[in-house]
C-alpha cells in the first residue's frame, strides 16, 4: 500500500474551502456531484453518484476532515485526511491519502489534482 500526499494553497477563506469539501451542492458545484456529505462525525457520504463512498472518521470544523474511503471492490478502505490551514484570507489544504492499492496509485494521484483538489482550487478561485 502507498501513501499520496499533496498540498494546495487556496486564494479563498477557510471557511468556504470547508464548505466545499462538507456542503452536498458546493461538491456539487465543482464536479464531484451527485454527492451525499456534511461535516459529522459517522456521516457515510457518496461522490460521484457512488463511485466514491465511506464515512467521516473525524471532523475539526475548518481544521481536519478525515475519512474512510472505498471504491469499486475495495475489500477495506483507504484512509484520506485534509487539513486546512488558515492564512488569512488564504487556505492551505494538505492531503494525506494512504492505504492506496498499489494498482491504483497513479490514478489517485493524478485524480486528486485533477478531479478533487484541482477542481476545488478552480472553483473556488473563480468565485
Given at each position: ?19 466545499a ?87 489517485f ?19
Amino acid at each position: 500500500m502507498k501513501v499520496i500526499h499533496q498540498t494546495y494553497t487556496i486564494n479563498t477563506p477557510v471557511d468556504k474551502v470547508w464548505q466545499a469539501f462538507v456542503d452536498p451542492k458546493e461538491i456539487e458545484s465543482w464536479g464531484a456531484g451527485p454527492a451525499e456529505m456534511n461535516e459529522e462525525v459517522g456521516t457515510n457520504f457518496k461522490l460521484w453518484g457512488g463511485d466514491i463512498y465511506g464515512t467521516n472518521t473525524e471532523v475539526v470544523k475548518n481544521k481536519k476532515l478525515a475519512q474512510d474511503w472505498y471504491g469499486g471492490d475495495w475489500l477495506a478502505p483507504s484512509k484520506v485526511v485534509f487539513e486546512f490551514v488558515d492564512l488569512g484570507g488564504k487556505t492551505k489544504v494538505t492531503l494525506t491519502h494512504s492505504s492506496v492499492p498499489e494498482k491504483e496509485i497513479a490514478d489517485f494521484d493524478s485524480g486528486w489534482k485533477d478531479y478533487y483538489l484541482g477542481a476545488i482550487k478552480t472553483y473556488l478561485e473563480r468565485g
